[in-house]
């Protein structure tokens, strides 16, 4: 009854969705583009009993990435699907896999739409990455016998009370799930908590952790330091939100002033903000330089990376890195891909997103966590920046304890041959 009322409820904001589609088309026209497949309609038609992967956007794909090639590896002839929900996530699954996948749009959460697409496609298994659950979409593959896993599963405190207060919707839907691969098992025992049978949950760990750096990406970071001058020190704002940019280009100046040379680089998460903060870089009357723009100069200050995919290129040339989305109440970013490159990392105040994470990295001395004050921030960055023995202990101790865990790519994999062979 839950979910009827759910649908109902759905279907009548509908025509909301596709106005918001069309408003967000204004600053990235992929939003217009190939929403008939946001209703089921689907281009390709992949063979029978192949492996569909859902990744929101980015990040979900990012950390899907590593185990689908090793999947792919070990199974070439079985057809692999990957649907996305925003264009920043279609153009990472392109960037990453080029024609080796089958990428489309998920379907609204609707039982037509999602029968539609399931009928068509006809996977052998669904894999969902993290915690991006609908009710209609996992009833769907219910009614055609298609196996659901939560991948790469995390459920902070906060969304458990969320998933709490409707739990006449939630209860069901975690009871028509295969399995749960959790992330750690504080978050796993939330899942029972919230519903989910005892045995159908798995700690498997972080597939994040197994993020391969790969030389070239070494080599990229090496020959960016070398355009703004190689000795020049580099302080990175990783996956960076709105409010962001603006608060550490504020203390920019105080930064310099006890930092000689400094490079601040900013890296936004969603490529409709790359000219908003160029602007606020211009609004500082600071000497920008644009990735898309051309070669950098030892006159930069302030280096804007207004391109995607490249993240572990462009913290390979840095010092000293701040995670996005924890200056702000937005649950912070995956702050594995610094400690996996060695770099001294720091996260703001707001990393519910990543807790198990940043706890796991903090307690190695990887990491640092910011206090909820700006000018504490500027103490606590002038000070990593004067010391480059300490920034290097957490480098290393970050790059060891990313090695230490490593392993959740097999286990997943592993998982999903059982099923897809069931």
């Known amino acids: 009854m839950a979910r009827f009322f759910y649908t109902v409820i759905y279907a009548c904001l509908l025509p909301f969705m596709l106005a918001r589609l069309w408003w967000r088309g204004r600053v990235n026209p992929g939003y217009r583009l190939r929403w008939r497949e946001r209703f089921g309609f689907i281009p390709h038609r992949p063979a029978a009993n192949g492996l569909w992967v859902h990744a929101v956007s980015v990040g979900e794909t990012l950390a899907a990435a590593p185990w689908i090639k090793a999947f792919q590896q070990r199974h070439p002839n079985v057809p692999v699907i990957v649907t996305t929900t925003t264009p920043t996530g279609s153009e990472q699954v392109k960037r990453l896999f080029g024609d080796r996948v089958y990428h489309m749009f998920l379907p609204y959460d609707l039982p037509g739409f999602c029968l539609r697409f399931l009928r068509q496609v006809n996977p052998g298994v669904l894999v969902i990455m993290e915690t991006e659950l609908w009710p209609n979409l996992i009833h769907s593959c219910q009614q055609q016998r298609v196996p659901v896993v939560l991948a790469n599963a995390r459920l902070s405190e906060k969304s458990q009370q969320g998933y709490q207060r409707f739990a006449a919707l939630t209860q069901p839907m975690l009871q028509q799930l295969t399995m749960v691969a959790v992330q750690n098992a504080i978050d796993g025992q939330r899942f029972i908590e919230l519903g989910l049978p005892s045995d159908r949950l798995e700690v498997t760990g ?30 990175a704002l990783a996956s960076s939100h709105a409010g962001e940019d603006e608060q550490l280009l504020d203390l920019y100046p105080q930064l310099a002033a006890s930092c000689p040379g400094l490079v601040l680089m900013l890296v936004p998460r969603h490529p409709e903000r790359f000219d908003a903060v160029a602007n606020a870089v211009h609004a500082r009357g600071l000497k ?21 995919g490249e993240m572990l290129s462009l913290l390979a040339a840095a010092d000293l890195v701040v995670m996005g989305g924890s200056l702000i109440e937005h649950g912070g970013h995956n702050p594995i891909e610094p400690a996996a490159l060695a770099k001294a990392t720091v996260c703001g105040p707001h990393f519910t997103n990543f807790a198990s994470i940043v706890r796991t990295l903090k307690e190695a001395g990887a990491l640092h966590v910011l206090p909820n004050d700006q000018q504490q921030w500027l103490a606590h960055l002038q000070q990593l920046l004067a010391q480059p023995q ?3 202990a957490m480098g290393q101790a ?13 286990r997943l994999v592993g998982m999903v041959e059982t099923l897809l062979h069931r």
Do not use: C
Not at 288 to 308: C, I, N, P, W
């Open 206 to 235: 972080s597939v994040k952790f197994d993020v391969q750096v790969a030389p070239q990406n070494i080599a990229s970071g090496q020959q960016l330091r070398q355009q703004w001058g190689h000795q020049r020190p580099v302080l």
């Open 288 to 308: 920008l330089q644009r990735r898309s723009k051309g070669t950098a100069s030892d006159m930069t200050q302030v280096y804007v990376a207004d391109s995607m």
């Open 390 to 392: 300490q920034r290097l």
């Open 398 to 410: 970050g790059q060891a304890t990313v090695e230490k865990n490593r392993g959740a790519v097999a």
